[in-house]
């Protein structure tokens, strides 16, 4: 599973940017256009709207999250990582990965 942290710049973006035109945003245009798993993505949303950037149901940023969106537009991300398949098979076991940079308590997102 990929980190919420890990997906967060790239949401805050997308969305910052959608808003500026004034485009509403679905979840499957963010999946698409993202190119991310959905389980991966409702998570990076929950977590931010947890930390109040977002309204979740609306897919539409508070003034913080499009203050942060617009703040990342100017920065150069690096891809989003691809992530290997959500299941391995290793000698007739399922064996899940786990993530390895859970989600602390601080901000999801680095300045």
Same mark, same amino acid.
């Given at each position: 599973m990929m980190s919420p942290r890990v997906l967060a710049p790239y949401v805050l973006r997308y969305?910052?940017?959608?808003?500026?035109?004034?485009?509403?945003?679905?979840?499957?245009?963010?999946?698409?256009?993202l190119q991310v798993r959905r389980v991966d993505l409702r998570?990076?949303?929950?977590?931010?709207?947890?930390?109040?950037?977002?309204?979740?149901?609306?897919l539409r940023l508070s003034l913080e999250g499009f203050?942060?969106?617009?703040?990342l537009r100017s920065r150069k991300l690096p891809a989003?990582?691809?992530?290997? %398949?959500?299941?391995?098979?290793t000698s007739g076991?399922?064996?899940? %990965?786990?993530?390895?940079? %859970?989600?602390?308590s601080g901000r999801i997102v680095a300045a």
């Open positions: 969305l910052a940017a959608a808003q500026r035109r004034g485009r509403p945003v679905t979840l499957q245009n963010l999946i698409d256009d998570a990076a949303l929950s977590a931010m709207a947890q930390q109040g950037l977002l309204d979740v149901l609306t203050a942060i969106g617009t703040a989003i990582p691809r992530q290997a %398949p959500a299941r391995e098979e076991e399922t064996v899940l %990965p786990s993530d390895p940079t %859970p989600l602390r």
